[in-house]
């Protein structure tokens, strides 16, 4: 039986007053499952493994994804062109952000049963991901695309590096730091 008959199958039984018995069906065809949210912090180095891995390719569109720093960049250098903020409220954040800057998602929900491990987890947009949420790709009707290659499209990465290094002040206010640390400590144990 399918959720709208349920609920009309419902709602006939509680024109006839038979609360209990809608109560029972509700139970049997229509359970609730709460879902088991647990939050989640990512170290930049977890999520960079990631990212490199999946080659800043959203995993659920196809489409190139950005290594964080560098709309930061963009933004400190053209603030009314590109403006950010530390919420990304719409209002007040270009919506590139939400478009652009990779995250990672767990391909089946933990809440549904998936494990919090880097074989179930794919780089993905905020927006994406924020779409995604608690949802199997089959539900939404999306499908895995496949990993780009880093060697190919590394997200603005190397560009950042190199900016970054001759602007040293730019890379701190960019929050680059933390993520260059974290490619160079990743970098260093290959």
Same mark, same amino acid.
Request: charged share 25%; aromatic share 10%.
């Given at each position: 039986?399918? #959720?709208?008959? =349920?609920?009309?199958d419902?709602?006939?039984?509680l ?7 809608g ?17 989640r ?5 977890q ?32 603030p009314?062109?590109f403006?950010?903020?530390? *919420? ?5 954040? *270009? &919506? /590139? ?8 998602? *767990? =391909? ?5 049963? #998936?494990?919090?491990?880097? $074989? ?9 991901n ?12 999306w499908? &895995?695309?496949? $990993? ?8 603005? &990465?190397?560009? /950042? ?9 730019l890379?701190q206010?960019?929050n $680059? ?12 144990? *290959?």
């Amino acid at each position: 039986m399918n #959720g709208s008959s =349920v609920i009309r199958d419902v709602c006939g039984l509680l024109s006839k007053g038979s609360i209990e018995s809608g109560k029972e069906l509700l139970r049997a065809e229509l359970p609730f499952r709460p879902l088991n949210r647990k939050s989640r912090n990512y170290t930049k180095k977890q999520m960079m493994r990631v990212f490199l891995r999946d080659g800043f390719i959203d995993r659920y569109s196809g489409e190139k994804l950005l290594f964080p720093p560098v709309l930061r960049i963009i933004s400190l250098l053209y603030p009314l062109e590109f403006p950010y903020h530390s *919420h990304w409220k719409m209002d007040r954040c *270009h &919506l /590139a952000y939400w478009h652009l800057i990779p995250t990672i998602d *767990h =391909v089946v929900p933990v809440s549904r049963g #998936g494990l919090d491990e880097e $074989a179930n987890m794919v780089c993905t947009s905020q927006m994406k991901n924020s779409v995604k949420a608690g949802w199997l790709l089959e539900e939404l009707g999306w499908k &895995l695309y496949p $990993a780009g290659c880093a060697d190919e499209w590394d997200g603005l &990465l190397q560009w /950042a590096v190199s900016y970054c290094g001759t602007n040293s002040r730019l890379m701190q206010k960019s929050n $680059a730091t933390d993520w260059l640390k974290a490619y160079s400590d990743l970098s260093s144990l *290959h």
